[in-house]
């Protein structure tokens, strides 16, 4: 039985119906338990509270011995997470060909003072672009496994875990022989990583458990989504906070929620998350008040969304703070809605033996000064506004003392209460960095984010010809072209001025394009280039690329299969592709150069007209294992207005490179004939000719795909 479930069963039960009443969840996936509505309710909802966990515990039958393992004590200490692309020019720099963590590590700890975890993410969205499944493409990424083992080496030099992700929804791609848990615990061992993140999962399900235990590599699992089961929670030792709102449910409200997987499980470490956010307030202050973690999501699917400078302080701050009292946060003593002094100011208690820490948000945008907390006064107790940085004067009356300072608007506060048996000597050196980091208060800081701007890759002219080379079709100008072409890319319009492709003519990436340009008139081969003209070229150049990993994956003993040489050469990268069209004295065509090839001037959708027709490209594939593609001119009654043939619906092709700061892509034009099923999330088509799909580049053993291939063009 899921929580919502068990929480309408509960009036059934031996609890009183008033219980039932005071646990309400709260937020998109139900993971919050609303707070108390009124300060005269809050003895009352935490006593609901604790007699809930406690009851909900003994019908669960609950066991946490995975959070005493020593295999996995880092767990509670990993508060600042990022899932990161494995493409990120920061963390894998193409031009050496080398791992570059320290590079990436120093610029988010120059930003917002570094990790604890990172996520690794080497699939989606390119996945099913072929059918190679989530193995292959880890197995794929540059220098193959021992250069990855060599970088998560490095992460763990700097203290940083690392993830990879479960791809519970793979099940089209090529098929793998034993179990996925099995599988993916196997290769987490063999690669010495820490966790494994579930893509989509409700809950990572208890066969990654069973498969950890029979390796004895205990690994720290994190579903994406809400735990419905909370019996999960005793191998799911980490997890998302999905608190923004999402299908009509107010997650961050006025009132903060507390976490319903920390109150049941005070170990248990969540990472708030909400990738498309630019205003990381809500997000911020819910981590704090529940004393969790925070995913610092920043370059997601390619889009970039930087954390603004306001708010990586306020990151800075939050970890800071974590760090420096890192026994209190999985206190099973701890208390959400500590009484407040302020209206608009909400306060938890995380009780340690060194410290008592109360940490404290102002969902007001107006500063609070004055009394704030009151609380019991122990002899000899020392009182520290350690968000500041300052000693605080307690002003005692009778057996309770009293707490002034300054919280400013959407702002944080945290005080420590130090007894009087420990030692301040750290505690100075912390406070006077406090004091030197708020020399500028975040408040002064920029909250805004701009989208990376990109450059497109210069495509260098070919010498002009007279008269269309062999195999080419004459392309005449066009002197106002009509170019619209959208992206199919699956997610990102939370972001619309990020995502996708800045063209030369653009002010920032977009997803859709239109422009009416200006076309030179030029030659373009009339079919994709064939396994038979590739081979002329390796057999007059002998070029052997730099990375060959999957090059020419399909042939064999330098040559390709018997009866392919009419079909599409494929698993090329665009560099490979780029050369080969050097040898030839031609080049690689711009985008709106292969549409205006491809579609004329009457803005037909395919190359034959407005209308689809699967009698015109070759069937689609929907196996797990690629058949292979058509001959290119299998199909001759798909042919454009100027005679282009096999434009859609075989292989990809090449055309423009775009590259920012972080992501280097390409777009692909014509989409090809693998469809693999089972799910959403694959690498979508693009058949239409005013479509075209964003194909993130990491290096070329990576790009290189069974689907994609290319075509060229020459100047007249």
């Not at 420990?422 to 975040?442: H, K």
């Amino acid at each position: 039985m899921n929580v919502f479930a068990r929480l309408l069963a509960m009036a059934t039960l031996s609890l009183p119906v008033t219980l039932c009443a005071q646990i309400r969840l709260q937020g998109a996936e139900g993971e919050l338990i609303a707070g108390p509505e009124q300060p005269s309710q809050r003895a009352q909802w935490l006593d609901s509270l604790q007699r809930w966990r406690t009851h909900e515990k003994d019908h669960l039958q609950y066991n946490g011995k995975a959070y005493t393992d020593k295999a996995l004590s880092w767990i509670p200490g990993t508060f600042m997470y990022a899932q990161i692309m494995a493409h990120d020019r920061y963390l894998y720099d193409p031009a050496t060909r080398q791992y570059t963590v320290n590079r990436f590590l120093d610029d988010l700890t120059t930003r917002y003072g570094g990790l604890d975890a990172v996520l690794i993410w080497p699939t989606y969205p390119n996945i099913g672009i072929d059918n190679r499944n989530q193995f292959d493409l880890v197995a794929d990424m540059p220098g193959g496994k021992a250069a990855l083992k060599q970088m998560i080496r490095d992460f763990h030099k700097r203290g940083v875990r690392v993830f990879f992700p479960i791809m519970i929804w793979d099940h089209g791609t090529r098929r793998i022989s034993i179990p996925m848990a099995d599988e993916l615990t196997a290769e987490m061992k063999e690669l010495g990583a820490d966790g494994l993140n579930g893509d989509t999962m409700h809950g990572v399900t208890s066969d990654f458990k069973e498969a950890y235990t029979r390796l004895g590599y205990p690994l720290a699992l994190q579903p994406e989504i809400h735990i419905g089961d909370l019996k999960m929670v005793e191998w799911n030792t980490m997890s998302w906070g999905y608190y923004w709102e999402k299908w009509g449910s107010a997650g961050f409200r006025y009132i903060p929620g507390v976490s319903l997987y920390k109150w049941l499980e005070p170990r248990h470490q969540v990472h708030v998350t909400n990738r498309w956010a630019i205003d990381k307030i809500d997000d911020l202050q819910y981590a704090f008040f529940n004393g969790v973690g925070y995913n610092a999501w920043e370059n997601i699917w390619g889009i970039w969304n930087q954390v603004p400078p306001r708010y990586a302080a306020m990151i800075r701050s939050i970890r800071d703070i974590y760090r420096q009292f890192p026994e209190v946060w999985n206190s099973p003593r701890w208390e959400p809605h500590i009484p407040t002094l302020q209206a608009g100011v909400f306060a938890s208690k995380f009780p340690g033996t060194n410290a008592t820490v109360y940490t404290l948000v102002n969902r007001d945008s107006t500063g609070k000064t004055g009394p704030q907390l009151t609380m019991e006064a122990m002899p000899g107790d020392r009182y520290y506004d350690v968000w500041n940085g300052q000693e605080l004067n307690a002003v005692k009356a009778g057996d309770k003392v009293t707490l002034d300072f300054r919280i400013p608007g959407h702002g944080f506060g945290a005080v420590a209460v130090i007894p009087a048996t420990v030692s301040n000597n750290t505690l100075e050196r912390f406070l006077a960095g406090r004091r030197q980091l708020l020399a500028t208060p975040p408040e002064q800081l920029s909250a805004t984010s701009a989208p990376l701007p990109q450059e497109m890759t210069p495509i260098p002219a070919t010498k002009k010809v007279a008269t269309a080379p062999e195999g080419m079709v004459h392309i005449p100008a066009a002197t106002a072209y009509k170019f619209v072409s959208t992206g199919v890319m699956i997610e990102g319009n939370e972001l619309p001025d990020a995502i996708g492709v800045q063209y030369p003519w653009e002010a920032h990436p977009q997803r859709s394009h239109v422009k009416e340009m200006a076309i030179a008139s030029f030659f373009i081969d009339r079919y994709p280039v064939t396994n038979r003209q590739f081979k002329q070229f390796m057999d007059a150049t002998h070029y052997r690329p730099a990375n060959s990993h999957h090059f020419l994956k399909d042939w064999k003993n330098g040559t390709y299969p018997a009866g392919w040489e009419q079909k599409p050469v494929t698993w090329v990268s665009i560099e490979d592709a780029r050369a080969y069209a050097a040898w030839a004295g031609k080049r690689l065509p711009h985008e709106w150069e292969w549409q205006y090839a491809a579609q004329g001037t009457d803005g037909r959708l395919y190359p034959w007209g407005m209308t689809a027709d699967s009698n015109r490209i070759p069937p689609a594939d929907t196996g797990r294992v690629l058949r292979g593609p058509a001959n290119v001119d299998a199909y001759t009654n798909g042919a454009s207005p100027f005679g282009v043939m096999d434009l859609t619906g075989n292989v990809w092709q090449w055309t423009d490179e775009y590259s920012d700061a972080h992501t280097r892509s390409a777009v692909l034009k014509g989409g090809s004939y693998y469809h693999p099923q089972t799910s959403y999330w694959y690498f979508p088509q693009a058949q239409q000719l005013t479509q075209h799909g964003k194909y993130l580049l990491l290096s070329p053993g990576m790009d290189r795909a069974g689907t994609l291939g290319f075509r060229c063009v020459v100047d007249q």
